[in-house]
């Protein structure tokens, strides 16, 4: 990953889950939370080769739950008019540290803005 094209897009404290956290300043999302991010096409990087980062902090699951699951999810458009569908594009397992996903979003075309 080249570390010159990198973009923070988001940065915060989030707890995932029920039960108690370490921080008084994390937010209760429940068991999931969305981070909706438009990706476009630039120049410099005509490939569409992404690869997305999260980082975590002291996280820890129960014994019996494997982790929480990282999704790139795309919305495509439908023949309905403003109406998209989803789509998990990549998933993993969240890890201790950071969780990546690598995605090829070359393929994945968004609707051309204007009139």
Not at 39 to 61: I, K, Q, S, Y
Request: charged share 25%; net charge negative.
């Amino acid at each position: 990953m080249d570390t010159d094209t990198r973009q923070l897009v988001w940065q915060g404290r989030l707890h995932l889950g029920d039960e108690p956290g370490i921080y008084g300043d994390a937010c209760y999302v429940g068991l999931g939370c969305d981070l909706p991010i438009t990706v476009r096409e630039f120049d410099e990087h005509p490939t569409g080769a992404a690869t997305f980062v999260l980082a975590t902090e002291n996280m820890g699951t129960q014994r019996s739950y494997p982790s929480h699951m990282m999704q790139v999810v795309c919305y495509e458009e439908t023949d309905v008019v403003n109406h998209y569908s989803e789509r998990v594009y990549r998933e993993t397992l969240l890890v201790p540290g950071d969780t990546l996903i690598e995605a090829d979003l070359s393929g994945v075309r968004a609707k051309p803005e204007g009139p």
